[in-house]
């Protein structure tokens, strides 16, 4: 069977995670994915200095991220302020279904490559276009990365413990949120174009995407004007329900036990069965009265074992454990990703092979793969100029001259 | 609310017998116009006990993460352990577009219901299934909850302060991503089999969608440079400066990833402190110059940002192209200039007449906007729709079903 996407193709003009992301998996599925990139404005992977050899200075094709948010797709360089570069762009775009953007609000209309352009180049284009705070609005040319998304929504306040002022995640949540919600708003525009011929123009604001995603949570506050109550790793409506310190450096492991039967499961996996009865923590809604003193008596057992003893006791009992994870548990420790494959190898132009984590979307009928990663700036000029544009190559060779292709 | 637009996803049917791995994914189809029927055990689906609730009254129709999640959809009842339940439910997967599911692995399939028995009367049918750690694998069948998949996929390892415990994120977000990731690949899967006419069945797992979303601390970067990723505040690692920053009445966040953009704040703190050392061209370039002066940087600008307003430094900053952002509040966020200018929020009236304002569109289509059809609906609200006038279920024999539990 083909794959998922086989058969289109998509143009990209994009910048670090929240829109390149989006193009990785479509390339993943089968699409082909064309990136346009510009020497004035160098991608941050671009400007990777490797920190195992500083002294090698800027090296464009090594950084993981490069690879994480870019294998298998095709390199293009344009200068896009020479009207010969937005023409080659547009003749791209005639032949490609999805563009997607992620420039700062307002560059590429001023580029020439806004939708109402884009339109009459290609009327049934799908043009997707992602920025901070949206296409509109007061604020929409302001700066901002996926971290400072997290502090703005209200998710940094929201989330941790209560005594911390605001808790905030490593991995840019709101970039690779965004990416995934676009992915499917991309998809919506495709299926409506298949059942009516009709290309659109989709904007994200990366914003809105991440106040949609602690919606439920938000509501409280809509509803009742208060401030969401902060949990740390406590539910309202599960006991015990935390993480817990296990034997060694810096080793946790979590434990949700959400209804009394499964308290019964967990008091028998201890070796406490008197704790089932106790009327301090015999129910659900007792559990939750007393839930520090709960907490201590689950970390008086987990402290002397090993956060993989503790979820594979507790897993066998049919409660809900599990190791709290780093990468290298991940790569080493935990059989379930391994026998999934979860990890994967990818072809890489200058390091041979790499391992990056995996793209889950899980289509067991037209499973995905990655394409080679590692590319340089311009790789596939002859390709998408010579090939797909039929271009000869003294054509080439003069836009080249004039500076409006670039090369690596 | 249900204005006169064309939906992208108008004429998709979708079965939903998912709990909060999946409710989700229902919503986001629904909202862009998808016909969600959420399949409910009879008497309802436990989410809908949920706290907090509106008015803080415990009811069926109150739970804030039940109204919010279910945007859009029918619901109907259903015991799909009976016979006559699963007989039902093969006539309405027959029928549709996609069965989104999140039992245990296999748990379908023993009930007569799994992919190879639904594919049969419908070849072109996608069944999207989330579980905590996927359909195969020695942990399949492992119990899951949010905080199980954010431990093990990574989440948790790099979230909070450094001398704190690993901490989960609000609301659920491994299950919210696991959810759209599935809202995606069964798009995808819709997409291949509209064209070919075979469905496929989409195994999505929490534990691997969150490694996914966490990827830019996973084991590409790890292998690349050795160092684990952990968490360590509101700094990001690779970005100097990075994080919080106080102000005279509250926080702002600052991210510096150009070295353009540490030029126009050292600028900044030089001309409002008179700090000459700001200047220094040792400071200058991308993020990992100034790597070794982290702490240091972070006192100038903190000298800088305690003179001001978290408005003033957040303005001000933008103005200088600085990405300084409010570290907002939920109240804050609600009442946001810029998301009320967008009109992001909307107003949602619901079975019991009540008006209450939800969180609007995640993202804007030009020909088929999102848009909530229907507020989340009470239990069994669309029995009488879905069985008596779609499958033709008599009156009598509806009853009956109702008295024997079927529905």
């Known amino acids: ?77 344009l200068d896009l302020t020479q009207p010969k570069a937005v023409e080659l762009a547009k003749r791209i775009v005639a032949m490609c279904d999805v563009v997607v953007e992620n420039y700062r609000s307002g560059v590429v209309d001023k580029l020439g490559l806004g939708y109402p352009e884009l339109r009459r180049v290609r009327p049934d284009i799908i043009m997707f ?156 809604s007792s559990r939750l009265e007393d839930v520090n003193e709960l907490d201590q008596l689950v970390e008086s057992w987990t402290a002397s074992r090993t956060a993989s003893e503790v979820m594979t006791t507790l897993q066998e009992a049919g409660v809900a454990a599990g190791v709290v994870q780093n990468a290298e548990d991940q790569m080493h420790r935990d059989p379930q990703l391994a026998a999934r494959g979860f990890f994967e190898e990818i072809e890489h132009l200058k390091k041979g092979k790499v391992i990056a984590t995996g793209i889950p979307l899980g289509l067991t009928g037209t499973p995905g793969r990655s394409g080679r990663a590692g590319a340089a700036v311009g790789q596939d000029n002859e390709y998408v100029f010579g090939r797909l544009l039929g271009m000869s190559p003294n054509e080439i060779r003069e836009l080249v001259e004039a500076g409006a292709i670039e090369t690596a | 609310m249900a204005a006169q637009r064309e ?109 190879e028995t639904l594919r049969e009367a419908n070849p072109g049918l996608v069944l999207t299934s989330i579980t905590g750690f996927g359909q195969t694998g020695p942990h399949k069948h492992f119990k899951c909850a949010d905080i199980v998949a954010s431990a093990v996929g990574g989440a948790m390892y790099v979230t909070g302060e450094e001398d704190d415990p690993p901490v989960t994120l609000a609301g659920s977000q491994a299950y919210v991503m696991a959810s759209t990731f599935a809202a995606a690949s069964s798009m995808m899967a819709l997409y291949r089999s509209s064209i070919s006419g075979e469905g496929q069945h989409v195994d999505i797992s929490v534990e691997e969608t969150t490694a996914s979303v966490t990827h830019i601390c996973g084991v590409g970067k790890w ?37 353009l953009h540490w030029k126009a704040l050292a600028g900044w703190i030089n001309e409002t402190t008179g700090n000459e050392e700001v200047l220094n061209p040792i400071f200058e370039g991308p993020s990992s110059n100034r790597q070794a002066y982290r702490d240091l940087l972070d006192v100038y600008i903190s000298d800088l940002t305690c003179q001001f307003s978290v408005d003033e430094v957040y303005h001000e900053g933008q103005r200088r192209h600085i990405a300084f952002t409010p570290v907002n509040t939920a109240s804050a966020a609600a009442q946001d ?49 879905v069985y008596r006038t779609e499958l033709g279920v008599g009156g009598d024999d509806l009853r009956a079903l109702e008295e024997s539990g079927i529905i």
């Open chain 2, 337 to 385: 200039p810029h998301l009320a200018a967008r009109n992001y929020f909307i107003e949602v009236t619901d079975l019991g007449e009540r008006s209450l304002r939800y969180p609007g569109a995640p993202y804007r289509h030009s020909e088929t906007p999102w848009d909530i059809q229907r507020p989340a609906p009470s239990v069994g609200q669309h029995n009488g729709e």
């Open chain 2, 223 to 259: 292998l690349d440079d050795g160092i684990i990723p952990r968490r360590s505040g509101t700094g990001l690692f690779a970005s100097v400066p990075s994080g919080t920053y106080p102000c005279k009445d509250g926080m702002v966040y600052l991210m510096i990833n150009r070295p």
């Open chain 1, 129 to 284: 276009s992602s920025s901070g705070y949206g296409d509109s609005g007061p604020y929409n040319r302001y700066v901002t990365w996926g971290p400072n998304i997290e502090a703005l929504a209200g998710l940094s306040k929201l989330s941790g413990f209560p005594e911390r002022e605001c808790t905030m995640t490593q991995y840019a949540y709101p970039d690779a949120s965004s990416a995934l919600h676009g992915l499917f708003a991309v998809m919506c525009a495709l299926d409506y174009r298949r059942r009516t011929g009709q290309g659109q123009y989709i904007n994200l604001s990366q914003l809105e995407t991440t106040v949609s995603v602690i919606g439920h949570v938000m509501m409280d506050q809509l509803a009742h004007g208060r401030e969401p109550q902060k949990l740390g790793n406590r539910s309202l409506h599960a006991a015990p329900h935390g993480c817990y310190r296990c034997k060694g450096e810096d080793s946790w492991c979590v434990i949700a036990v959400s209804d009394d039967s499964e308290w019964e499961s967990f008091c028998n996996a201890v070796g406490e069965p008197e704790w089932i009865g106790d009327p301090r923590f015999a129910t659900l």
């Open chain 2, 7 to 115: 939906s992208a996803l108008k004429g998709r049917r979708v079965l939903e017998l998912a709990d909060e791995k999946g409710a989700y994914c229902g919503k986001l189809l629904a909202d862009m116009g998808a016909d969600v029927v959420k399949i409910e055990p009879p008497g309802g689906d436990p989410t809908r006990h949920v706290p907090p609730f509106w008015h803080d009254e415990p009811h069926p129709d109150r739970s804030l993460f039940f109204l919010y999640m279910n945007t859009s959809k029918r619901g109907v009842t259903l015991d799909i352990t009976r016979p006559e339940g699963q007989a039902l439910f093969r006539r309405l997967a027959s029928a549709a577009d996609l069965v989104l599911e999140t039992l245990p692995p296999g748990y379908l399939g023993s009930l007569g219901l799994g992919y």
């Open chain 1, 1 to 77: 069977m083909l794959q998922a996407l086989e058969g289109v193709r998509v143009i990209e003009f994009s910048a670090g995670m929240a829109g390149p992301w989006i193009g990785r998996f479509m390339a993943y599925c089968g699409a082909e994915v064309i990136r346009v990139e510009s020497a004035n404005h160098p991608d941050v992977t671009r400007q990777y200095v490797p920190p195992w050899a500083p002294e090698m200075g800027t090296q464009p094709q090594l950084s993981p991220w490069f690879t994480d948010w870019n294998a298998g797709k095709r390199f293009i360089a």
